[in-house]
C-alpha cells in the first residue's frame, strides 16, 4: 500500500518522517550533534495519532558519538515514555556509510549496543538500509530477529521512483524478506514532502498498529510487521 496524508500541524515539516497507507513514521533519535532525542518526535506523534494514522518510530543513531549506542536507544525510549507513549518496535536508520567508521566490526558493536537496550525494554527492532549501505557498515554481516524496511529509488521527486512491489528484492545480511520497501523520496503529497512506501504485513498486524489506545490511554506506536520476524534477541555477527 502506497503513502499518502494530510499532517496540517506546521511542526512536522521540521522533522524528517515518512508516510504509508495509514502508517505515519516519525524520527524518534537525531543524529544531530552527539545524538539527541528529536525535540519534534512527540508533538508529531500525538497529531499523526490524532489524525487516525498508525505510527513507527525510527532512530537514525550517531556512530560518532561520545555516547554508546544504548545510551542514545535509552534517549529515545525515555523521552518517548516520559510523554505517555507505549513504543512496541523501533526501527534504526543504517544508512550514509559516509557518517559511519570504516571498520566493519566498529559499526557492528555500536548497532549491536542498540540492539541489545532494545531488547531489554522487550522491542522488536527494524532496519532501514539498503544492500550497498548494509554491505558498506557492516561489511556483509548477517543479523537474525530483526525485520527489513529497505530502500531502492533513483532520485528525488516521482520521475525517479522504483517499481512499486517487492520485484527488486535479493537476500541480504541474513534477510530473506523485507517487511517495507522505500520505493519513491521527496514528493508532494497533499501539500507535505514525503517518501513514499509500500509494505507486505498481515492485516492483522495492520490493525494492530492503527490502534491509537491501550486500555491505559497511552499512544501505541510500532505494530508494523509484529510477528514477521522470529522471536527473540535481534543482533548482528559477523
Given at each position: 500500500?502506497?503513502?499518502?496524508?494530510?499532517?496540517?500541524?506546521?511542526?512536522?515539516?521540521?522533522?524528517?518522517?515518512?508516510?504509508?497507507?495509514?502508517?505515519?513514521?516519525?524520527?524518534?533519535?537525531?543524529?544531530a550533534g552527539q545524538g539527541q532525542f528529536d525535540p519534534y518526535a512527540c508533538t508529531n506523534i500525538q497529531n499523526a495519532n490524532a489524525a487516525g494514522l498508525g505510527t513507527e518510530v525510527?532512530?537514525?543513531?550517531?556512530?560518532?558519538?561520545?555516547?554508546?549506542?544504548?545510551?542514545?536507544?535509552?534517549?529515545?525510549?525515555?523521552?518517548?515514555?516520559?510523554?505517555?507513549?507505549?513504543?512496541?518496535?523501533?526501527?534504526?536508520?543504517?544508512?550514509?556509510?559516509?557518517?559511519?567508521?570504516?571498520?566493519?566490526?566498529?559499526?557492528?558493536?555500536?548497532?549491536?549496543?542498540?540492539?541489545?537496550?532494545?531488547?531489554?525494554?522487550?522491542?522488536?527492532?527494524?532496519?532501514?538500509?539498503?544492500?550497498?549501505?548494509?554491505?558498506?557498515?557492516?561489511?556483509?554481516?548477517?543479523?537474525?530477529?530483526?525485520?527489513?524496511?529497505?530502500?531502492?529509488?533513483?532520485?528525488?521527486?516521482?520521475?525517479?521512483?522504483?517499481?512499486?512491489?517487492?520485484?527488486?528484492?535479493?537476500?541480504?545480511?541474513?534477510?530473506?524478506?523485507?517487511?517495507?520497501?522505500?520505493?519513491?523520496?521527496?514528493?508532494?503529497?497533499?501539500?507535505?514532502?514525503?517518501?513514499?512506501?509500500?509494505?507486505?504485513?498481515?492485516?492483522?498486524?495492520?490493525?494492530?498498529?492503527?490502534?491509537?489506545?491501550?486500555?491505559?490511554?497511552?499512544?501505541?506506536?510500532?505494530?508494523?510487521?509484529?510477528?514477521?520476524?522470529?522471536?527473540?534477541?535481534?543482533?548482528?555477527?559477523?
Amino acid at each position: 500500500m502506497m503513502g499518502d496524508g494530510d499532517l496540517k500541524d506546521k511542526t512536522m515539516d521540521k522533522q524528517k518522517y515518512w508516510l504509508l497507507g495509514g502508517f505515519f513514521f516519525c524520527r524518534g533519535y537525531s543524529p544531530a550533534g552527539q545524538g539527541q532525542f528529536d525535540p519534534y518526535a512527540c508533538t508529531n506523534i500525538q497529531n499523526a495519532n490524532a489524525a487516525g494514522l498508525g505510527t513507527e518510530v525510527y532512530m537514525t543513531p550517531q556512530p560518532k558519538s561520545s555516547k554508546s549506542g544504548a545510551q542514545q536507544f535509552d534517549e529515545m525510549y525515555g523521552g518517548l515514555r516520559n510523554s505517555n507513549i507505549n513504543v512496541r518496535s523501533v526501527w534504526i536508520q543504517v544508512t550514509s556509510p559516509i557518517n559511519w567508521y570504516a571498520s566493519s566490526t566498529t559499526n557492528i558493536n555500536i548497532l549491536n549496543s542498540i540492539l541489545s537496550r532494545a531488547s531489554q525494554y522487550g522491542l522488536s527492532i527494524g532496519i532501514y538500509t539498503n544492500v550497498y549501505d548494509w554491505n558498506q557498515i557492516t561489511g556483509g554481516a548477517s543479523i537474525n530477529n530483526a525485520m527489513l524496511w529497505y530502500w531502492n529509488v533513483y532520485g528525488a521527486g516521482p520521475t525517479n521512483e522504483s517499481p512499486a512491489n517487492f520485484n527488486d528484492f535479493r537476500s541480504f545480511g541474513g534477510w530473506t524478506a523485507p517487511s517495507v520497501k522505500q520505493f519513491g523520496q521527496v514528493e508532494s503529497v497533499c501539500g507535505v514532502t514525503v517518501n513514499r512506501d509500500i509494505y507486505t504485513v498481515s492485516g492483522a498486524a495492520k490493525l494492530a498498529g492503527m490502534a491509537k489506545y491501550e486500555k491505559t490511554e497511552q499512544i501505541v506506536v510500532g505494530s508494523l510487521g509484529l510477528g514477521s520476524v522470529a522471536p527473540g534477541k535481534a543482533e548482528i555477527k559477523q
